[in-house]
């Protein structure tokens, strides 16, 4: 039976030390209180996000992300989680630079649905 | 309420307790209600446990550091600097380069360093393996080692008290594996009359030093030596020859206790036992190896503490609760017993260790942990 050798515990050493990084980021509070967040609005996101596949780099854009980025907001406020301006400010100026953010924003939000049901409108 | 915490010293204690009081109190942080802010005199952290395995060039340099900076958890401020003297009346710390430092509560994590002056001859004559200069010094003097005899000599306190046991015994193999055994002698000396201070490490040692035909010379107490004709003298009049004078320096606590005039012999800071707090100081703790506690030296014992002084400044800079999480003395260390085979002890103020049967798995474990360490420092392990 082969036995361990040096080279094969740096890799594990590695390995594991990345998977712990990993694990510690995804359960970091930004990330934890994002998500809420965004489940929190999901009655707002979820039929919004089969018009955001077809959007383009046109005026449409800026409306929609403002719609976004304010039900993201209005989500936060609901609970009493401070708005973060600053971020919220950021995203949307990617969005107006480049489609492909909203894109991504686009395959993110799917993934977030995916793993909450939406939250019934009242 | 604005609470400031200040930490000295960015090495394993202070990091620990930086990144734990930081992760449980982010929203605090956030909101500006509390700082917690790590003064450190280096901004690269070194894992001195290593050195060991860089003198046998089983580890490399650049595996043992890291960037303090990228060790710290989210809303920890990091200064580089030197602390140059605590103001307890006034709660502040000047420093080198800037303005003092104030502070509602102090963490004094300032560690230990080698106290090479009080050996005459010792810095010349000998090698060692507790810095990083002197663990590739002493790479180098192996990569040449044909035969001969070496003499590994004890200094009292020290860090990791099972490092010299550790090390001859990894020599030993070492040298049976470049087919240079028969042509080497290792003596193993220690200060008191049995091979380490704790006796059941001690019979454990002895006996094992034995199978491996390595001499034990107890009650050698260094006292100087003599680099042009290679000779170790020691406090009791005994001499030992050599051709490679591996010694443990004697360790002291860094002169900031000593210039504040807070810390006693040896510049180690007197500490309550289960609070950890500075003795007739309400507001300044102290861990690791700056202690005056009868424990060991180790990374562990500092991990330990930390984890109990981190909820303890969690509850006074919140609530102002007085430490109610006492340290119990605990400790932790693995021995290598060779190149292939390791064991461990763990301890507390009321229960001495035994010493397992060393394993394969537990020194592959230890390899393992040498290098998730990381994780432990930013407390996310």
Redesign the interface.
Known sequence: MASVTPRMVNRLGGVAESTIAALDLLTSPEIVELLSTLQRASAVLTPLLGQIAEIGPGAGMEGLAERVMNAVAAGANEVGVPPRPVRVGEMLRLLRQDPAVAIALRFFLGFVRSMWSPVPSE | MHKRLLIVGAGTGGLMVANFVARDL??EIERGDIDVTLLGEQDTYTYQPGFLYVAFD?MRPAQLMRPVRELLA?GVQFIHDRALRIDAGGHQVTRAQGEPLAYDVLVLATGSGLNLEEVPGMGEGAHWFYTLDGALRLRDALRHWQGGRLVLTVGVPHKCPVAPLEFTMMFEEWTRRRGVRNKTEIVYSYPLGRAHSIESVADWAASELEARDVKIETFFNLESVDPEHRVAHALEGTDLSYDLLVAVPAHKGDDLGASSQLAEAGNWYPTDRQSLRLHSQEDIFVLGDATNLPISKAGSVAHFQAEVLADNLVGLLTEGSPPFNHYNGRAFCFIETGL?RATFIAFDYDHPPTVPEPT?AVH?FK??Y???H??NL?A??
């Open positions: 982010y929203l089983l989210p292939e394969n592959w390899q393992t040498n290098r998730i990381w994780a930013k996310v392990m």
